[in-house]
């Protein structure tokens, strides 16, 4: 017997759809974060999309506004979560550049090891997340131990691993630990070569390279005029990076190159961080020569000598009336600032992050704006990937790295 | 690096262009900063981008700033350009008044302003005139209020009149 087809009947009056409306996030797995694109679909092909950021605004912006300097370390740890040491350092030069404090050498150097560390763990992260999302899970389950030894070296440094409030104005709470050492040792020798097997199962794959090579690309034109800041400017050719622009930390002692790409395209972003990560590699290692080459007491300095913003010794608070006092106004958060208005960036995971901090001499700042790359640059998502087909746009979401707590702040 | 353009010569080319329109000069912490006249925004971004000397064609940053006490122009508009390849950033400020806070779109020059300028939008009311899709980006549609405005305070952390057990207060 044959069934006669029925079509469904729409509603009086409205249009049939040649397009399909598709909701990407806010809760999906490929999206890596809180954040939503709504896709226009004709087929596989994207029309239009339409990107919804803010799923995860906690106002920090605003919560600074009541907070002594040494509490909003904590708000930077979660921005950008994958490097948050980066962040945290990030914040301390900006006091420090409004207060006048001048750290010593050796703690430059030793800021320089922890933020390319973390660097590399946040790079790691981006580049194993491309191949997850065009289906190779291995490598991100191999160096998903790395990622963790260099975790273990920020519990050996501060104590904590993920929102890691890392260090102080000044300098780091405490002077790194043999153990600290000895692990940072241990990933100076092994991760290498765990990241040559790394690039080796992507670079000679096939269908990796069929996947990202002249996918999501940008030219160094758009990329400028969008904004776009690090690993991502780079990949698409302008070798603007602002450790080298606008040095800071002492990274003018350091001997490393800018990797640039060509084109732009995911390919590029992810061989971009790949070279990154084999030039922080180098850095570390310059820098724990200089670490090592201090002798006598200069190899004990870890902070710098500012006794109205860094938390004296207890032993010191328990001895000495000065430092009982600072001890009291810090924790209180009671040191008023001087007034002014500062602007510094440092080269981040995802390009130039930037605090723009403003104090009218009070014991807060004024007025606290986080510069984030991954806020200014997601903009341009909706370009990048209109006509191309949804895959690729999975793959572009993920190598332009995008951290949902960078972007909303 | 080359440092040929000097702070000196931003201010001489400002001055010649736009003359008593330019408020204020200042460098504060090494970046040299100016106060425009508002509604003269985009007439200074289109020539620190467009002159040659200048070439200031990256927009590094755009936020605002709520002054109450400066009456009559509440709310501060701040760009930070950056001149990348003479390296050389700037700060250019704008003032307006709090009913009325009209700012030129800075979009035709920098695509990257568009959600810079609807994050400020978002926060401090600044309207910019001629921004395509001038909505709210962070906070939910729904709000009828700018947050970051110093009207706003934040909960007394000392207040007591509160029982919620919930969160343990």
Same mark, same amino acid.
């Given at each position: 017997?044959?069934?006669?087809?029925?079509?469904?009947?729409?509603?009086?009056?409205?249009?049939?759809?040649?397009?399909?409306?598709?909701?990407?996030?806010?809760?999906?797995?490929?999206?890596?974060?809180?954040?939503?694109?709504?896709?226009?679909?004709?087929?596989?092909?994207?029309?239009?999309?339409?990107?919804?950021?803010?799923?995860?605004?906690?106002?920090?912006?605003?919560?600074?506004?009541?907070?002594?300097?040494?509490?909003?370390?904590?708000?930077?740890?979660?921005?950008?979560?994958?490097?948050?040491?980066?962040?945290?350092?990030?914040?301390?030069?900006?006091?420090?550049?409004?207060?006048?404090?001048?750290?010593?050498?050796?703690?430059?150097?030793?800021?320089?090891?922890?933020?390319?560390?973390?660097?590399?763990?946040?790079?790691?992260?981006?580049?194993?997340?491309?191949?997850?999302?065009?289906?190779?899970?291995?490598?991100?389950?191999?160096?998903?131990?790395?990622?963790?030894?260099?975790?273990?070296?920020?519990?050996?440094?501060?104590?904590?691993?993920?929102?890691?409030?890392?260090?102080?104005?000044?300098?780091?709470?405490?002077?790194?630990?043999?153990?600290?050492?000895?692990?940072?040792?241990?990933?100076?020798?092994?991760?290498?070569?765990?990241?040559?097997?790394?690039? $080796?199962?992507?670079?000679? $794959?096939?269908?990796?390279?069929?996947?990202?090579?002249?996918?999501?690309?940008?030219?160094?034109?758009?990329?400028?005029?969008?904004?776009?800041?690090?690993?991502?400017?780079?990949?698409?050719?302008?070798?603007?990076?602002?450790?080298?622009?606008?040095?800071?930390?002492?990274?003018?002692?350091?001997?490393?190159?800018?990797?640039?790409?060509?084109?732009?395209? $995911?390919?590029?972003?992810?061989?971009?961080?790949?070279?990154?990560?084999?030039?922080?590699?180098?850095?570390?290692?310059?820098?724990?020569?200089?670490?090592?080459? %201090?002798?006598?007491?200069?190899?004990?300095?870890?902070?710098?000598?500012?006794?109205?913003?860094?938390?004296?010794?207890?032993?010191?608070?328990?001895?000495?009336?000065?430092?009982?006092?600072?001890?009291?106004?810090?924790?209180?958060?009671?040191?008023?600032?001087?007034?002014?208005?500062?602007?510094?960036?440092?080269?981040?995971?995802?390009?130039?992050?930037? %605090?723009?901090?403003?104090?009218?001499?009070?014991?807060?700042?004024?007025?606290?704006?986080?510069?984030?790359?991954?806020?200014?640059?997601?903009?341009?998502?909706?370009?990048?990937?209109?006509?191309?087909?949804?895959?690729?746009?999975?793959?572009?979401?993920?190598?332009?790295?995008?951290?949902?707590?960078?972007?909303?702040? | 690096?080359?440092?040929?353009?000097?702070?000196?010569?931003?201010?001489?080319?400002?001055?010649?262009?736009?003359?008593?329109?330019?408020?204020?000069?200042?460098?504060?912490?090494?970046?040299?900063?100016?106060?425009?006249?508002?509604?003269?925004?985009?007439?200074?971004?289109?020539?620190?981008?467009?002159?040659?000397?200048?070439?200031?064609?990256?927009?590094?940053?755009?936020?605002?700033?709520?002054?109450?006490?400066? +009456?009559?122009?509440?709310?501060?508009?701040?760009?930070?350009?950056?001149?990348?390849?003479?390296?050389?950033?700037?700060?250019?400020?704008?003032?307006?008044?709090?009913?009325?806070?009209?700012?030129?779109?800075?979009?035709?020059?920098?695509?990257?302003?568009?959600?810079?300028?609807?994050?400020?939008?978002?926060?401090?009311?600044?309207?910019?005139?001629?921004?395509?899709?001038? +909505?709210?980006?962070?906070?939910?549609?729904?709000?009828?209020?700018?947050?970051?405005?110093?009207?706003?305070?934040?909960?007394?952390?000392?207040?007591?009149?509160?029982?919620?057990?919930?969160?343990?207060?």
């Amino acid at each position: 017997m044959m069934v006669e087809q029925v079509n469904i009947h729409l509603p009086e009056g409205s249009i049939e759809k040649q397009t399909t409306t598709l909701n990407l996030g806010p809760t999906h797995p490929a999206t890596h974060g809180v954040f939503q694109n709504i896709l226009e679909m004709d087929g596989e092909r994207i029309i239009k999309a339409d990107s919804t950021v803010g799923y995860i605004h906690r106002a920090f912006e605003k919560l600074a506004e009541r907070r002594p300097l040494n509490q909003i370390t904590t708000l930077t740890d979660r921005l950008n979560y994958c490097s948050a040491p980066l962040n945290n350092m990030g914040w301390h030069l900006t006091c420090e550049k409004l207060l006048g404090v001048k750290t010593p050498k050796r703690v430059d150097y030793l800021r320089v090891i922890i933020m390319e560390l973390s660097r590399i763990s946040d790079h790691l992260i981006c580049n194993s997340i491309v191949g997850v999302d065009t289906g190779a899970y291995t490598g991100f389950l191999y160096v998903m131990q790395y990622r963790e030894l260099v975790y273990e070296i920020y519990e050996e440094v501060c104590g904590s691993r993920l929102t890691t409030n890392m260090g102080r104005i000044g300098g780091f709470e405490r002077n790194f630990s043999a153990v600290a050492f000895q692990k940072i040792e241990k990933f100076l020798e092994e991760f290498p070569k765990v990241w040559k097997e790394f690039e $080796n199962l992507f670079n000679r $794959n096939r269908i990796f390279i069929e996947r990202t090579v002249g996918t999501g690309a940008i030219s160094a034109e758009r990329a400028l005029n969008y904004g776009f800041t690090g690993p991502n400017l780079r990949a698409a050719g302008v070798d603007y990076d602002v450790r080298v622009h606008s040095p800071y930390s002492s990274y003018e002692d350091f001997d490393f190159i800018i990797p640039v790409g060509t084109t732009g395209d $995911n390919n590029d972003r992810f061989q971009v961080r790949n070279e990154e990560i084999w030039q922080s590699l180098s850095i570390i290692r310059q820098a724990y020569q200089k670490v090592q080459s %201090f002798k006598g007491t200069e190899a004990d300095v870890y902070h710098a000598d500012a006794p109205e913003y860094y938390l004296p010794a207890k032993a010191d608070v328990y001895t000495k009336m000065e430092a009982l006092i600072y001890h009291f106004k810090i924790v209180m958060g009671e040191t008023e600032i001087p007034a002014g208005e500062v602007y510094q960036s440092i080269e981040g995971g995802n390009g130039e992050l930037g %605090f723009y901090l403003i104090s009218d001499g009070g014991r807060t700042p004024y007025r606290l704006h986080f510069r984030r790359p991954c806020f200014i640059y997601y903009q341009a998502y909706s370009e990048i990937v209109k006509d191309t087909m949804l895959s690729d746009a999975i793959v572009t979401l993920s190598s332009l790295n995008l951290i949902a707590g960078e972007m909303d702040a | 690096m080359n440092m040929s353009l000097t702070h000196e010569m931003i201010k001489e080319k400002l001055d010649a262009q736009f003359g008593d329109r330019i408020l204020s000069w200042e460098e504060s912490y090494g970046m040299p900063c100016f106060t425009v006249k508002a509604d003269h925004n985009l007439k200074a971004l289109s020539f620190l981008y467009d002159d040659p000397t200048m070439g200031f064609q990256f927009l590094t940053d755009l936020t605002a700033v709520h002054y109450p006490d400066r +009456k009559g122009e509440e709310i501060a508009v701040v760009y930070h350009l950056h001149n990348l390849k003479e390296n050389v950033r700037l700060r250019m400020k704008l003032y307006v008044p709090i009913e009325k806070p009209d700012v030129y779109t800075a979009i035709g020059l920098f695509s990257g302003a568009n959600w810079m300028e609807r994050e400020t939008y978002d926060f401090f009311g600044v309207n910019f005139i001629g921004h395509p899709n001038l +909505k709210r980006i962070l906070n939910v549609d729904e709000m009828d209020y700018f947050p970051l405005r110093k009207e706003f305070p934040l909960e007394d952390q000392t207040r007591i009149d509160k029982d919620d057990e919930m969160f343990g207060r």
